[in-house]
């Protein structure tokens, strides 16, 4: 029996309809259906190695959301990745703060800001989710909460990651240029064998940013979002941006309208151009599934790249660009 959540979602939908208008103009990039086939997708080339980690839980028909969760923890644990977990950048007074967040096909959410010493966020966010009241935990409250749940504290500033704050601290020249050229978060979607969807996304945030500062990546409808009857979405870059167009809730919600998720990202990107005067330093990336299985991605500036493993095949595709 459709539950009275459901039932009303269903209606105020005018019931469910299936996203049939495939645009003519979507990249060879972007995916098609794959009926209860399982899928991982996630963002940069950093996405590769993670979707291996996930492809081998969705392999043994495990649960999108345990996908995610193994899959983002490769590159937190991963010191050569400076913009996600153990190793990332630090803040501009050489502290490393980890946002993460993640989302199950429940739409069960858990979040963690702005939190030290910690490798593996994501596993503190799904801890969040599961073992306490609420959705968020941010700085000192989110580390008493990790370390309760026995998670150890480390030092995560890295020799490598230190040198590099030193020599910013020369100049201190603060300038935002997310990810044009660099390798940032990682937001992962997945759909399992049962045919549900989960996502994960973690960070760094951006590097030299002002102590306190947190991004999208751990805002569930910015960073993040998954609507189990619909599609997930996660995005990288310049968070303010996103955070300002609630930007993964809103291809969530393209793609409830019909939209293929490469239209639907394209979409969101065509929202924050619209709200500035210009996009010259700005870079913002999306990655879009649907309950359908297809996906894809799409960003402000040439770049952006995306992981895709599908039947066990996993491969990097160039997103479609606005520029
Ligand atoms: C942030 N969105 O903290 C993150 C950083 C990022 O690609 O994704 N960079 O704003």
Redesign the pocket.
Known sequence: MISRKNFLKFTALGGLLPAKNWSSSLSPSSGGPEPNRPLVIS??NHGIPANEAAWDVLAKEGGALDAVEAGVRIPEADPDVR?VGYGGYPDRDGFVTL?ACIMDEREQCGSVAALQHIKHPISVARKVKEESPHVMLVGEGALQFAVEQGFEKEDLLTEASRKDWKAWKEDADYR?E??IE????I?MLALDSRGNLSGACT????AW?MHG?????PLIGA?LFVDNEVGAAA??????E?IRTCGSHLVVEQMRRGDHPETACRKAVRRIVEKNESVKDI???FIAVDKQGRFGGYSIQKGFSFAVCEAGRNRLVDAPYWD
């Open positions: 963002t940069w913009t946002d935002p997310i990810n660099n390798h940032d978060t937001g960070t760094s945030g951006a940013k500062r947190v991004g999208d990546s960073g995005a990288t870059g310049l968070g303010e996103v870079q913002v990336g």
